[in-house]
């Protein structure tokens, strides 16, 4: 199983894993009519990027990650957006294939930090994370970090 890129003309395919996605947690979502453009120009901007494991139109999994400025490093700051298997074929190894891609991604641009917000239920989401080296206590301290939104409609 490979990890590819995806390209602008995949916008569709990522579009329906991301609905796919939302549907299994029953999580409000745009339409796929209305992801697929967007998708479309994330892929397009050096500053987003879709992986794939497996290649379209059917891939096993999809990662997403975007990349800001920042002065906590070199290189950007990665944000992984996004990171989902199919339900049956998880377990195997490809959400771990996907993530260190994504990771190898971000060190090739020069980045040395990576945020991923997780729902505090998601304890399988929590425990593959934490697996791989991430935290959600600030190195030295010793309270939670936590994630404040606000959406301005
Ligand atoms: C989290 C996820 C991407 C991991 O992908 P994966 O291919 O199953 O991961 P790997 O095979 O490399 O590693 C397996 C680990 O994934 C985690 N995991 C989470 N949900 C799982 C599931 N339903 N089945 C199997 N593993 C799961 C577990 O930590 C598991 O390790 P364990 O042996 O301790 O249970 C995948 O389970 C998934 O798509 N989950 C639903 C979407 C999600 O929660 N995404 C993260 C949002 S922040």
Do not use: W
């Not at 950007?76 to 996907?98: C, F, Q, S």
Request: net charge negative.
């Amino acid at each position: 199983m490979s990890i590819v890129s995806a390209v602008p003309e995949d916008a569709g395919v990522v579009a329906r894993l991301q609905v796919a996605f939302a549907d299994e947690f029953d999580s409000p979502t745009p339409s796929v009519d209305v992801l697929e453009p967007r998708f479309r120009r994330l892929i397009s901007d050096p500053a987003g990027t879709v992986l794939f494991a497996g290649s379209p139109p059917e891939p096993d999994g999809y990662a997403v990650v975007t990349f800001r400025p920042t002065v906590y490093c070199e290189g950007p700051l990665a944000v992984l957006d996004e990171l989902y298997v199919r339900p049956g074929l998880r377990g195997r190894g490809i959400g771990t294939k996907l993530l260190a891609a994504a990771i190898d991604d971000m060190r090739r641009r020069g980045g040395g930090e990576m945020h991923i917000n997780v729902d505090e239920p998601d304890t399988g989401a929590r425990r593959f994370y934490e697996r791989h080296g991430f935290v959600n206590i600030e190195f030295g301290g010793d309270g939670r970090m936590l994630c404040y939104i606000r959406e301005f409609g």
